[in-house]
T-cell receptor, first 118, second 114 residues
Framework: AQKITQTQPGMFVQEKEAVTLDCTYDTSDQSYGLFWYKQPSSGEMIFLIYQGSYDEQNATEGRYSLNFQKARKSANLVISASQLGDSAMYFC???????????????WGLGTSLAVNP | DGGITQSPKYLFRKEGQNVTLSCEQN?????MYWYRQDPGQGLRLIYY???????QKGDIAEGYSVSREKKESFPLTVTSAQKNPTAFYLC?????????????FGEGSRLTVL
């Protein structure tokens, strides 16, 4: 069965330092996509970054990068130069391309709470 | 600005009452979704709709109902049949045939049953 595992319930990082949030996934499909979302205390889920299973390069979006290790089935989020506004919950999710155009198969992890210390 | 608007942000309900949560989007997205979020359980899909006048049950549809009469609107009714309705509800939308299919979310509605 498809599954997303985020093993870090909570993380702390010092402002301006980098932090890695772990995500491992389990799927037997060859074609899939991996997402990271941020949920601040306001409640809204904010899309951060996407990695397709066939993408050869790791995805990057500004200070966010995705460390994609396909053989290990891991898709860790790296946040560089942490800012106070990065304090939030972070969720990893996976989409099965067999249902492309239908996000019903978006599988979510339980999230990691990140606190950035000044 | 384009986005998704959910209302109300907070809602209190007595047991046995139905309540409707509003979700409106001006992103011109075809697909819309309702998720439920409970502490420690992540997001669970309640209902989704790919097109006007059509919707499908998600993983936890029992005790909920939806309608999709307009492209912009996807209201969720939490009925008295829902055993444990206290939760945070998130509405989302996506381009139906998007490259990555990322979801765009509203700010959520927190429902508390007294």
């Amino acid at each position: 069965a498809q599954k997303i595992t985020q093993t870090q319930p909570g993380m702390f990082v010092q402002e301006k330092e980098a932090v890695t949030l772990d995500c491992t996934y389990d799927t037997s499909d060859q074609s899939y996509g991996l997402f990271w979302y941020k949920q601040p205390s306001s409640g809204e889920m904010i899309f951060l970054i996407y990695q397709g299973s066939y993408d050869e390069q790791n995805a990057t979006e500004g200070r966010y990068s995705l460390n994609f290790q396909k053989a290990r089935k891991s898709a860790n989020l790296v946040i560089s130069a942490s800012q106070l506004g990065d304090s939030a919950m972070y969720f990893c999710a996976m989409r099965d391309f067999l249902n492309a155009g239908n996000n019903r198969k978006l599988i979510w992890g339980l999230g990691t709470s990140l606190a950035v210390n000044p | 600005d384009g986005g998704i608007t959910q209302s109300p942000k907070y809602l209190f309900r007595k047991e046995g009452q139905n309540v409707t949560l509003s979700c409106e989007q001006n992103l011109n997205h075809d697909a819309m979704y309702w998720y439920r979020q409970d502490p420690g359980q992540g997001l669970r899909l309640i209902y989704y709709s790919q097109i006007v006048n059509d919707f499908q049950k998600g993983d936890i549809a029992e005790g909920y109902s939806v309608s999709r009469e307009k492209k912009e609107s996807f209201p969720l009714t939490v009925t008295s049949a829902q055993k444990n309705p206290t939760a945070f509800y998130l509405c989302a939308s996506s381009i139906r045939q998007g490259h990555t299919g990322e979801l765009f979310f509203g700010e959520g509605s927190r429902l508390t049953v007294l």
